[in-house]
């Protein structure tokens, strides 16, 4: 969703707990601060694991109590896809889960201590901190059929990455091996010259084979022809 930063800042009042989480692959580091920046409690560490989540919700009801506050706002960097879990764990307990800037911060961590260093204690600070000031987006998290069309998605963007280098690689050996086959072949991914690469990847085996040869590896696959036409 997109807010306004006084839409944003307007969303937390003072029965607000704002908890900055530095995420990582197996343990996730979190500080808790009220909505003026005031720390509750300390450090709490918990693992990226369903148990942990269990461990990191009673840490916030425990805050709640002895704060004696009912709203809970969690912000995190995305790091990766180490904050899937966390995101889905806090979504079905109704906790809000909003996202910072890893750049932001990145040029925030020297405003305490004027040192750009990286600390498991450091950075859930300087991101409640980005959360308290209104700089967040919260993350539109997809559920059923759309949360499936996102991971195919990503497959297929994965997948074209990867054909794409694996196309560039083929071009390049040939550029070096085999200058002339673009002026023989033409189109390099064509079913026909991927199936005579197959047998015959440089030009002295093409001469080996001569045009008969080429000829009958194109015959005796005659149905992949068909299936590319189709």
């Known amino acids: 969703m997109n807010f306004t930063q006084n839409e944003k800042l307007n969303q937390l009042s003072e029965r607000s707990?704002?908890?900055?989480?530095?995420?990582?692959?197996?343990?996730?580091?979190?500080?808790?601060?009220?909505?003026?920046g005031v720390e509750l409690?300390?450090?709490?560490?918990?693992?990226?694991?369903?148990?942990?989540?269990?461990?990191?919700?009673?840490?916030?009801?425990?805050?709640?109590r002895?704060?004696?506050?009912?709203?809970?706002?969690?912000?995190?960097?995305?790091?990766?896809?180490?904050?899937?879990?966390?995101?889905?764990?806090?979504?079905?307990?109704?906790?809000?889960?909003v996202l910072v800037n890893p750049f932001h911060v990145k040029r925030s961590k020297e405003l305490d201590d004027n040192h750009p260093s990286k600390t498991d204690a450091k950075d859930?600070?300087?991101?409640?901190k980005l959360v308290i000031e209104g700089r967040y987006n919260e993350p539109y998290i997809p559920e059923g059929i759309y949360a499936e069309l996102r991971?195919?998605?990503?497959?297929?963007?994965?997948n074209q990455k990867e054909m794409s280098s694996i196309k560039n690689r083929?071009?390049?050996?040939?550029?070096?091996?085999?200058?002339?086959?673009?002026?023989?072949f033409g189109k390099f991914d064509a079913t026909s010259n991927m199936l005579v690469l197959q047998v015959a990847p440089l030009p002295r085996d093409i001469e080996r084979l001569g045009a008969e040869g080429i000829?009958?590896?194109?015959?005796?696959?005659?149905?992949?022809?068909?299936f590319e036409l189709v």
């Not at 083929?170 to 550029?175: A, G």
């Open 17 to 36: 707990i704002i908890i900055g989480v530095d995420i990582a692959s197996e343990l996730h580091y979190a500080r808790a601060f009220d909505w003026r």
């Open 41 to 64: 409690g300390k450090v709490f560490k918990f693992e990226n694991s369903a148990e942990g989540f269990k461990d990191f919700y009673t840490w916030i009801e425990r805050l709640k």
């Open 66 to 97: 002895q704060a004696e506050k009912d709203c809970i706002v969690v912000g995190a960097e995305p790091t990766g896809h180490y904050w899937f879990g966390l995101a889905s764990y806090l979504k079905e307990q109704s906790i809000k889960l």
């Open 124 to 128: 859930p600070k300087t991101i409640a």
């Open 151 to 158: 991971i195919a998605m990503a497959c297929r963007m994965r």
């Open 170 to 184: 083929i071009q390049r050996w040939l550029k070096i091996y085999f200058p002339e086959h673009e002026t023989v």
């Open 215 to 226: 000829n009958q590896i194109w015959r005796d696959n005659c149905s992949k022809f068909l």
